[in-house]
């Protein structure tokens, strides 16, 4: 069993900057694929962004894409995702989510695991 726990949520104003963190259980952490997404109101979970366990690339929506990076600390157990330049349109709850493959996804139906959820609220 893989518990998630993400943090760093909040309110902030357009132009700024959070650092969302997910916490990971498991002994295996560096083999699990990492992928942050977010669910808007009364929208679809939306891909954000992935990391593989081990070397690989790291992906993003082409929404995110130069505002966005994710990252990871194995030996903390942790992902991370900076967000810059932030706009009201990235307004949701970030989920981070563990699949236990060296495959990266954009799917969230083919992730294994999910934490709660984070709010993220940008006003402008």
């Known amino acids: 069993q893989v518990q998630l726990v993400e943090s760093g949520g909040g309110l902030v104003q357009a132009g700024g900057s959070l650092r969302l963190s997910c916490a990971a259980s498991?002994?295996?952490?560096?083999?699990?694929?990492m992928g942050w997404f977010r669910q808007a109101p009364g929208k679809e979970r939306e891909f954000v962004s992935v990391?593989?366990?081990?070397?690989?690339?790291?992906y993003y929506a082409d929404s995110v894409k130069g505002r966005f990076t994710i990252s990871r600390d194995n030996a903390k157990n942790t992902v991370y995702l900076q967000m810059n330049s932030l706009k009201p349109e990235d307004t949701a709850i970030y989920y981070c989510a563990a699949r236990l493959t060296v495959v990266a996804s954009f799917k969230p139906d083919l992730y294994d695991y999910w934490g709660q959820g984070t709010q993220v609220t940008v006003s402008s």
């Open positions: 990391i593989p366990g081990i070397g690989g690339s790291t």
């Open positions: 498991g002994r295996i952490f560096s083999n699990y694929v």
